[in-house]
């Protein structure tokens, strides 16, 4: 189902010497990009045109603006967050570019907070130059889980064959172990299921849950997680109203094709679920944060320093991330009316029950 109303995408700059200007300015010079949302940046019309001039096989339509209300639905709008002239130095790791990359943020996320945008798009930070005294947050999840008081996120990658979840997102090996409890992993299920539901229109997600160790802890001999952690959990989590199995062999899992035939799989830690889904992910990747109480996705790379300002940057991750927040929006407001419906209610759970049964024989 499609709604009406265009969606208000907003759209925060990122590191200001990373690649973040130049994917929006690629992106938007595809002026039907448009035609499916109003898209407006929060920053300043100056950096835009200082990549532009990076970029002169490009052309697109700016228009900058100081109310939001003002935004133009055909154009690609620059929000002015600040006026003066900034330094940019493609390529370069400074704390300027840091800065004004938060800045943009921060009022973009204003924007979300008061309505005034439909679902944020975030492009790239650097996990260094982005904190200061008064931002200290290792990513973008982690401010916004806060920004909105959010009782727990969970980090969703996205791609046309398989969506990938994280138990723990930027730990260090060592400690991913002392993270992993069945209160959480039961939690995280939930929070996957409800975000399949309400997110991407799956009414009986089927989850599957990694191990942590080699083999899944070949019951017991590598590692004991599993036996006493991971398995419990999933067990207990089958009585909600998702199918979830697991613990799988990580290796084994990926390389016989198994994520397709589940519609979302819950790795242990960063690298487990990252490296197949970079690997196998048909279509471009994206991120997107599940548990907020509002649309944000963002693509699945970093600032690319070493790219930066060359004109190389290639935008089919971004522009991925800007379709799967308008295809978010538009499910939610599907799943809204679907739920307001008290028919549709009985008969989802009527369909529920006789794939419950089906399982069960």
Known sequence: MSTNKRPVIGISLGDLNG????????????????????????????????????MPETTINCNSIKEISKAHPKQLNVFTVWEEEVAIEPGKATETGGKYGVLSLQSAVAALKSGEIDALITAPLNKHTMQSGDFQFTGHTPYLKEAFNAKDVIMLMTAANMKVALLTEHVAIGDVAKHINKEQIIQKINLLKTSLKKDFGIDRPRIAVLGLNPHAGDEGLVGREEKEIIRPAVLEAKRSDCIVMGPYSADAFFARGHHETFDAVLA????????????????????????????RTSPDHGTAFDIAGKNMADESSFRQAIYTAIDIYEEQNSFAERTSNPLRKISAQVVANAVDEKIEE
Do not use: W
């Open 19 to 54: 690649i973040g200007t130049e994917l929006i300015i690629r992106t938007f010079s595809d002026s039907r990009i448009t035609e499916l949302c109003t898209p407006i940046v929060f920053g300043s019309s100056k950096v835009i045109n200082f990549y532009r001039k990076l």
């Open 268 to 295: 242990m830690y960063h690298d487990q679920g990252l490296i197949p889904f970079k690997s196998l992910a048909l279509g471009e990747g994206t991120n997107f944060t599940a548990g907020l109480p509002v649309i």
